[in-house]
């Protein structure tokens, strides 16, 4: 029986959250840019009968959330940071290795300049890999993230696993076969030799993170268009306001106060490049965002975006001719 192939590449000069949600096909994710003046974003897919291997690029910083799918699990790792990222209740480097089990969700705060890549898999396909190369089952977790540090030397050689996977894949056939069985070969190792300690006390750290950030999250999309008070938004995640200060800053690098802001100009961009061009219109959504001065917020949000409010419909406009994209499909 033949195998279906798809590769696809995006590359995008400009900050485009939406067509940058769609490109990337392991689940359902949006996209807040953080700091960098190059907005670029490259993003190599390829899916040969359902296993992925997703390679994206970022020149600027990012916030990522969403939910990963509810039928693979999913092995990621970066290949290029500047400086560690938080992922989940975890300081990740290039070191380690993340798996997300089916339907997890995903914080992430990542710097500038950084690439990552990931693996999409069904859990019966790594298990019966696990059976044929270690004779035994491999443990994985049922449900939310973990972060693995399988050492140095084993990272590299996943990187490694999955740049020839990538290139076999192509090929098709008895060398896509080979391919896959050397990155799964490779993963299972990886995985197996891995420091895991205290998983329960990780899982636990990791999901009050993720539920501190999702309060954080819908408190202040309730309330951007009011005056911000630290101490009423410390009480809604409860936390002093000390905590919450040093938990922002650990997260998002940032103040609470920042990162408000933060959020606000992201939502602005979303609408402004949603919605029809009116008279009054910037000064409507900065208000709504958190913004009571029009002339400051088209300034905060140039330094951002690169541009002002006023040219951000006409972006989105274009933004299928900015976009440079290739797309193979093919049966093997």
């Known amino acids: 029986m033949k ?12 900050f485009a959250p939406e067509q940058m949600g769609m490109a990337v096909s392991h689940g359902v994710f949006d996209y807040f840019l953080l700091e960098g003046a190059a907005h670029e974003f490259l993003h190599e897919h390829r899916d040969y009968g359902g296993l992925v291997l997703d390679d994206m690029r970022f020149s600027f910083g990012e916030w990522v959330r ?17 400086s560690p990222c938080w992922i ?28 990552c890549a990931l693996v999409q898999i069904s859990r019966s396909v790594l298990e019966m890999a696990a059976k044929r ?72 750290r990791s999901q009050q993170a ?4 999702k309060l954080a999250e819908l408190y202040l999309a309730a309330h951007l268009s009011e005056s911000y008070s630290s101490d009423e938004f410390a009480r809604a995640v409860g936390l002093s306001e000390r905590s919450l200060e040093l ?16 959020m606000g100009l992201n939502i602005a961009h979303r609408k402004l490049g949603r919605g029809t ?11 709504a965002c958190g913004f009571a ?5 088209s300034a905060v949000y140039r330094d951002l975006f690169g541009e002002l409010p006023v040219r951000t419909r006409q972006h989105e406009r274009r933004a299928i001719d900015q976009q440079e994209s290739i797309f193979r499909s093919l049966v093997y």
């Not at 001065?293 to 917020?297: A, D, E, L, T």
């Open 66 to 82: 969403g939910q990963f799918r509810a039928d693979r699990l999913c092995i990621g790792f970066f290949r290029e940071l500047e």
């Open 293 to 297: 001065h029009p002339g400051r917020f």
């Open 210 to 213: 993720l539920q501190m950030v």
């Open 133 to 204: 190369h270690l004779g035994h089952a491999l443990w994985l977790p049922a449900h939310g993230m973990v972060n693995l540090y399988p050492g140095e030397e084993a990272r590299r050689d996943v990187g490694e696993a999955f740049d020839l996977c990538g290139s076999l894949l192509e090929k098709g056939g008895q060398l896509a076969d080979q391919g896959i069985e050397i990155l799964l070969q490779t993963l299972v190792r990886a995985i197996r030799g891995a420091c895991v300690s205290r998983p329960k006390q990780d899982d636990r």
């Open 247 to 262: 938990q922002f800053k650990k997260i998002f690098g940032m103040s609470p106060k920042k990162w408000r802001q933060y």
């Open 277 to 287: 061009e009116r008279a009054g219109m910037v000064a409507e959504v900065a208000a």
């Open 88 to 115: 989940n209740g975890f300081a990740v480097t290039t070191s380690d290795l993340q798996i997300y089990a089916e339907s997890a969700d995903l914080a992430c705060r990542i710097y500038p300049h950084s690439r």
């Open 3 to 14: 195998t279906p192939f798809t590769y696809r590449l995006v590359r995008l000069n400009h």
